[in-house]
Protein backbone atom coordinates (compact mmCIF):
# COMPACT_ATOMS: atom_id res chain seq x y z
CA UNK A 1 0.00 0.00 0.00
CA UNK A 2 1.29 3.41 -0.89
CA UNK A 3 1.05 5.39 2.17
CA UNK A 4 3.11 7.50 4.23
CA UNK A 5 3.50 7.31 8.62
CA UNK A 6 4.77 10.04 10.75
CA UNK A 7 5.90 9.47 14.27
CA UNK A 8 7.83 11.77 16.65
CA UNK A 9 5.36 14.16 17.59
CA UNK A 10 5.07 15.08 21.62
CA UNK A 11 5.15 18.24 23.87
CA UNK A 12 8.37 19.43 24.15
CA UNK A 13 9.55 22.97 26.03
CA UNK A 14 10.63 26.19 24.40
CA UNK A 15 13.98 25.94 22.93
CA UNK A 16 14.01 22.17 23.15
CA UNK A 17 14.90 19.87 20.03
CA UNK A 18 12.44 17.02 18.42
CA UNK A 19 13.10 14.98 15.61
CA UNK A 20 9.98 13.77 13.37
CA UNK A 21 10.28 10.72 11.74
CA UNK A 22 7.91 9.37 8.00
CA UNK A 23 7.91 6.37 7.40
CA UNK A 24 6.72 5.95 3.17
CA UNK A 25 5.55 2.52 2.16
CA UNK A 26 4.82 1.71 -1.65
CA UNK A 27 6.86 3.72 -4.06
CA UNK A 28 10.08 4.66 -3.79
CA UNK A 29 11.54 7.91 -1.68
CA UNK A 30 14.58 8.88 -4.06
CA UNK A 31 12.30 9.18 -7.24
CA UNK A 32 10.30 11.78 -5.66
CA UNK A 33 10.49 15.45 -4.12
CA UNK A 34 9.17 14.55 -0.39
CA UNK A 35 8.58 17.47 2.13
CA UNK A 36 7.16 18.98 5.57
CA UNK A 37 4.03 20.72 5.41
CA UNK A 38 2.49 22.00 9.05
CA UNK A 39 -0.65 23.39 10.11
CA UNK A 40 -1.26 25.38 12.73
CA UNK A 41 -4.06 25.33 14.79
CA UNK A 42 -6.71 26.86 12.84
CA UNK A 43 -4.62 28.54 10.10
CA UNK A 44 -4.01 27.31 6.42
CA UNK A 45 -0.81 24.91 5.89
CA UNK A 46 2.50 26.12 5.28
CA UNK A 47 4.99 24.28 3.39
CA UNK A 48 8.27 23.54 5.93
CA UNK A 49 11.03 21.91 3.88
CA UNK A 50 11.57 19.54 1.22
CA UNK A 51 14.19 16.90 -0.06
CA UNK A 52 14.80 17.02 -3.58
CA UNK A 53 15.22 13.34 -5.65
CA UNK A 54 18.68 14.41 -6.47
CA UNK A 55 19.89 15.00 -3.09
CA UNK A 56 19.38 18.65 -2.69
CA UNK A 57 17.63 20.56 0.58
CA UNK A 58 15.22 24.02 0.84
CA UNK A 59 13.65 25.47 3.81
CA UNK A 60 10.91 27.99 4.49
CA UNK A 61 12.63 31.39 5.90
CA UNK A 62 10.68 30.45 9.36
CA UNK A 63 12.83 27.32 10.28
CA UNK A 64 15.80 27.79 8.33
CA UNK A 65 18.99 27.13 10.56
CA UNK A 66 17.06 25.71 12.70
CA UNK A 67 15.31 22.76 10.94
CA UNK A 68 17.22 19.99 9.18
CA UNK A 69 15.30 17.61 6.65
CA UNK A 70 17.24 14.30 6.01
CA UNK A 71 16.27 10.95 4.49
CA UNK A 72 17.29 7.49 5.32
CA UNK A 73 17.04 5.52 1.79
CA UNK A 74 17.59 2.09 3.35
CA UNK A 75 14.96 2.47 5.20
CA UNK A 76 12.47 4.70 3.48
CA UNK A 77 12.18 7.34 5.49
CA UNK A 78 12.33 11.10 5.87
CA UNK A 79 13.20 12.64 9.15
CA UNK A 80 12.91 16.70 10.41
CA UNK A 81 15.43 17.04 13.32
CA UNK A 82 13.64 20.35 14.73
CA UNK A 83 16.00 22.62 17.11
CA UNK A 84 15.52 25.43 19.16
CA UNK A 85 11.47 25.14 18.78
CA UNK A 86 9.56 28.19 19.57
CA UNK A 87 5.73 28.59 20.59
CA UNK A 88 4.92 29.20 17.15
CA UNK A 89 6.02 25.75 15.65
CA UNK A 90 3.14 24.59 17.73
CA UNK A 91 1.14 22.71 14.60
CA UNK A 92 0.51 19.16 13.53
CA UNK A 93 3.12 18.14 11.01
CA UNK A 94 2.55 16.62 7.85
CA UNK A 95 4.93 14.39 5.80
CA UNK A 96 3.90 14.87 2.21
CA UNK A 97 4.80 13.29 -1.34
CA UNK A 98 5.45 16.53 -3.86
CA UNK A 99 6.73 20.07 -3.32
CA UNK A 100 8.66 22.14 -5.51
CA UNK A 101 7.21 21.71 -8.48
CA UNK A 102 5.24 19.13 -7.79
CA UNK A 103 1.60 19.04 -6.33
CA UNK A 104 1.25 17.51 -2.91
CA UNK A 105 -0.41 13.52 -4.07
CA UNK A 106 0.05 11.74 -1.13
CA UNK A 107 0.03 12.76 2.62
CA UNK A 108 0.29 11.33 6.06
CA UNK A 109 -1.92 12.05 8.86
CA UNK A 110 0.43 13.97 10.68
CA UNK A 111 1.30 14.29 14.10
CA UNK A 112 1.05 17.12 16.74
CA UNK A 113 4.03 19.19 17.70
CA UNK A 114 3.20 21.27 20.91
CA UNK A 115 5.63 23.57 21.91
CA UNK A 116 5.02 25.04 25.38
CA UNK A 117 6.20 25.29 29.27
CA UNK B 1 6.22 35.92 -1.64
CA UNK B 2 3.37 35.23 -3.16
CA UNK B 3 -0.01 36.08 -1.45
CA UNK B 4 -2.83 33.45 -2.17
CA UNK B 5 -6.41 35.30 -1.37
CA UNK B 6 -9.37 32.84 -1.46
CA UNK B 7 -12.84 34.37 -1.75
CA UNK B 8 -15.11 33.94 0.15
CA UNK B 9 -13.90 32.99 3.56
CA UNK B 10 -17.24 30.98 4.00
CA UNK B 11 -19.52 29.70 1.66
CA UNK B 12 -23.15 28.93 2.48
CA UNK B 13 -24.66 26.57 0.20
CA UNK B 14 -27.47 23.33 -0.18
CA UNK B 15 -26.24 20.25 -1.13
CA UNK B 16 -27.38 19.85 -5.02
CA UNK B 17 -26.41 23.48 -5.29
CA UNK B 18 -23.36 24.72 -7.40
CA UNK B 19 -20.22 26.41 -5.97
CA UNK B 20 -17.34 28.23 -6.82
CA UNK B 21 -14.42 29.36 -5.31
CA UNK B 22 -12.26 32.01 -5.73
CA UNK B 23 -8.08 32.13 -5.51
CA UNK B 24 -6.29 35.07 -6.38
CA UNK B 25 -2.15 35.37 -6.43
CA UNK B 26 -0.46 38.52 -6.00
CA UNK B 27 1.53 37.87 -8.98
CA UNK B 28 1.43 35.91 -11.89
CA UNK B 29 1.75 31.81 -11.42
CA UNK B 30 0.99 30.47 -14.70
CA UNK B 31 -0.89 27.41 -14.11
CA UNK B 32 1.21 26.50 -11.05
CA UNK B 33 -2.12 26.21 -8.61
CA UNK B 34 -3.36 23.43 -6.69
CA UNK B 35 -6.48 22.54 -4.99
CA UNK B 36 -6.94 20.60 -1.90
CA UNK B 37 -9.68 19.53 0.39
CA UNK B 38 -9.51 19.43 4.29
CA UNK B 39 -12.27 17.65 6.61
CA UNK B 40 -12.12 18.24 10.45
CA UNK B 41 -9.16 15.91 11.76
CA UNK B 42 -8.07 14.36 8.13
CA UNK B 43 -5.04 15.55 5.76
CA UNK B 44 -5.34 18.04 3.06
CA UNK B 45 -6.71 16.09 0.22
CA UNK B 46 -5.35 17.08 -3.33
CA UNK B 47 -8.09 17.66 -5.26
CA UNK B 48 -7.04 19.77 -8.55
CA UNK B 49 -3.47 20.43 -9.92
CA UNK B 50 -1.87 22.58 -12.37
CA UNK B 51 -5.28 24.95 -12.50
CA UNK B 52 -7.23 22.22 -14.11
CA UNK B 53 -6.14 18.45 -14.18
CA UNK B 54 -8.00 16.04 -11.31
CA UNK B 55 -5.92 14.26 -9.08
CA UNK B 56 -6.44 10.53 -9.05
CA UNK B 57 -9.99 9.00 -7.90
CA UNK B 58 -11.46 13.02 -7.72
CA UNK B 59 -15.19 12.69 -9.32
CA UNK B 60 -15.76 14.76 -11.89
CA UNK B 61 -18.05 17.32 -10.43
CA UNK B 62 -14.64 18.76 -9.59
CA UNK B 63 -13.33 20.96 -11.75
CA UNK B 64 -10.72 23.96 -11.91
CA UNK B 65 -9.76 27.00 -14.04
CA UNK B 66 -7.62 30.09 -14.84
CA UNK B 67 -4.33 31.10 -15.10
CA UNK B 68 -2.28 34.08 -14.09
CA UNK B 69 -3.45 35.38 -11.15
CA UNK B 70 -7.29 34.69 -11.13
CA UNK B 71 -8.23 31.20 -10.33
CA UNK B 72 -11.52 29.25 -9.73
CA UNK B 73 -12.21 25.74 -8.17
CA UNK B 74 -16.16 24.66 -9.10
CA UNK B 75 -18.00 21.86 -7.17
CA UNK B 76 -20.74 21.60 -10.31
CA UNK B 77 -23.70 19.85 -7.80
CA UNK B 78 -22.79 19.69 -3.68
CA UNK B 79 -22.87 16.41 -2.29
CA UNK B 80 -23.12 16.12 1.57
CA UNK B 81 -19.67 14.94 1.50
CA UNK B 82 -18.21 17.70 -0.12
CA UNK B 83 -19.15 20.53 2.41
CA UNK B 84 -15.36 20.76 4.27
CA UNK B 85 -12.28 23.69 4.15
CA UNK B 86 -10.64 24.08 0.78
CA UNK B 87 -7.47 25.87 0.01
CA UNK B 88 -5.54 27.01 -2.98
CA UNK B 89 -1.48 26.31 -3.23
CA UNK B 90 0.96 27.88 -5.79
CA UNK B 91 4.12 26.55 -6.43
CA UNK B 92 5.53 28.95 -8.97
CA UNK B 93 7.71 30.54 -6.59
CA UNK B 94 8.18 28.76 -3.42
CA UNK B 95 5.64 26.97 -2.13
CA UNK B 96 1.95 29.00 -0.44
CA UNK B 97 -1.33 28.69 0.64
CA UNK B 98 -4.49 30.80 0.84
CA UNK B 99 -6.02 30.82 3.62
CA UNK B 100 -9.09 28.69 2.79
CA UNK B 101 -12.62 28.86 2.15
CA UNK B 102 -15.10 27.04 4.35
CA UNK B 103 -18.02 25.27 2.67
CA UNK B 104 -21.27 25.26 5.36
CA UNK B 105 -24.34 23.47 4.64
CA UNK B 106 -27.09 26.04 4.22
Known amino acids: EVQLVESGGGLIQPGGSLRLSCAAS????????MSWVRQAPGKEPEWVSV???????NYADSVKGRFTISRDISKSMLYLQMNSLRDDDTAVYYC???????????WGRGTLVTVSS | EVVLTQSPATLSLSPGERAALSCRASQSISTNLDWYQQRPGQAPRPLIY???YRATGIPARFSGSGSGTDFTLTISSLEPEDFAVYYCQQRSHWITFGQGTRLEIK
Open chain 1, 96 to 106: ARGGWSTYFDL
Open chain 1, 26 to 33: GFIVTSNY
Open chain 1, 51 to 57: FFPGGGT
Open chain 2, 50 to 52: GAS
